[in-house]
Antibody, heavy 122, light 106 residues
């Protein structure tokens, strides 16, 4: 059974660095074809893809946010992390991690975490 | 970056009514994927590879399209279909979602 769960600080101040963790089970990120992404959604708004990391450690970023994002994974291949630097109010959102359907030609997400809400406020 | 524009933004349909949601891409894409999201919940995969139904999706749903124009259709609206639907594409190492279509029951 595949599950993903996000965790984060809940609230942080503008200009700080946001650190998020995605813990997952039911698959290993060391398995060929596995990719985990971060996606966010401000309240009442659409979804925005942020970053992805694959089984080989290759990283992909949303070009509009690339300078502020760092995605990484742990050595046990059961967690993925996202750091966003210099946050401001516009970064207030629910943050999801999601798995790309592995070893499949097209790119879509077959499993999502429950999301973690992050509020940026002074 | 490919921009996906969904229409309508919101709509209401009566039970039994046919519903069509459109997603237009700013450049041609090979596939379109759709997600259903209900309030307070994570998005669920709904239609993938333009026309394939995800596990558990009722067969009153269908997807079609090519190039820059794609659509999600419900042949006969039911109360449980009330949700927001998002399209999604991946191209040139960049992934984008549509702006969403909120579907309500009349």
């Amino acid at each position: 059974q595949v599950t993903l769960k996000e965790s984060g600080p809940g609230m942080l101040q503008p200009s700080k660095t946001l650190s998020l963790t995605c813990s997952f089970s039911g698959f290993s990120l060391s398995t060929s074809g596995m990719v985990v992404s971060w996606i966010r959604q401000p309240s009442g708004k659409s979804l925005e893809w942020l970053a992805a990391i694959d089984w080989d450690g290759d990283k992909y970023y949303n070009p509009s946010l690339k300078s502020r994002l760092t995605v990484s994974k742990d050595t046990s291949n059961t967690q993925v992390f996202l750091k966003i630097t210099s946050v401001d109010i516009a970064d207030t959102a629910t943050y999801y991690c999601a798995r790309r359907r592995p070893n499949y030609g097209s790119y879509y997400f077959d499993y999502w975490g429950q999301g973690v809400m992050v509020t940026v406020s002074s | 970056e490919i921009v996906l524009t969904q229409s309508p933004t919101t709509m209401a349909a009566s039970p039994g009514e046919k519903v069509t949601i459109t997603c237009r891409a700013s450049s041609s894409v090979s596939y379109m994927h759709w997600y259903q999201q209900k309030p307070g919940a994570s998005p669920k995969p709904w239609i993938y590879d333009t026309s394939k139904l995800a596990s558990g999706v009722p067969n009153r749903f269908s997807g079609s399209g090519s190039g820059t124009s794609y659509s999600l259709t419900i042949s006969s609206m039911e109360t449980e279909d009330t949700a927001t639907y998002y399209c999604q594409q991946w191209s040139s190492n960049s992934l984008t979602f549509g702006s969403g279509t909120k579907l309500e029951i009349k």
